[in-house]
């Protein structure tokens, strides 16, 4: 499978679980992604969250896509990287009206995180697969 078929899905299922690491201890939340396209998948936070502050210690996270009535899910699992190009932020605020309730309304307001899962693995999954999960294949990105 290519990429595309991979964001398209995340796209139409925005809304995701986020895995992080704090020490040795998982955490997983539910987010709403940005955005994916062929450079991976975009995210927004707060730089005050607990998010962010662990993506700052271990950029590995693993993110969890599924159609709402969980008949495929999409596992995503790589690296993040913390963005900081102007442009980018000020696209974010532009597209995320939500984040002006929150008083962000420049690209240089320092509780506005970007972040972009930019390197790993993607692969669908459904029930019919619960058996041979290590034989589905993978598109790395």
């Known amino acids: 499978m290519s990429i595309e078929e991979y964001t398209k899905f995340a796209n139409e299922n925005p809304m995701c679980y986020l895995a992080t690491v704090e020490g040795d201890q998982p955490r997983v939340r539910a987010v709403g992604m940005w955005y994916a396209d062929e450079t991976g998948f975009w995210f927004q936070a707060q730089t005050v969250k607990a998010l962010y502050k662990q ?17 495929k899910v999409m596992r995503v699992s790589g690296k993040v990287k913390i963005v900081e190009d102007m442009e980018i932020k000020k696209k974010c605020i532009a597209e995320r009206p939500f984040l002006k309730t929150m008083g962000i309304t420049e690209p240089d307001n320092p509780l506005l995180a970007v972040f972009h899962l930019y390197t ?9 697969d619960s058996m041979k999960e290590a034989s589905i294949p993978r598109a790395k990105f």
């Open 55 to 71: 993506i700052q210690k271990n950029p590995k996270v693993e993110v969890y896509f599924t159609m709402p009535n969980f008949s």
């Open 120 to 128: 790993g693995e993607a692969y669908f999954w459904s029930m019919a």
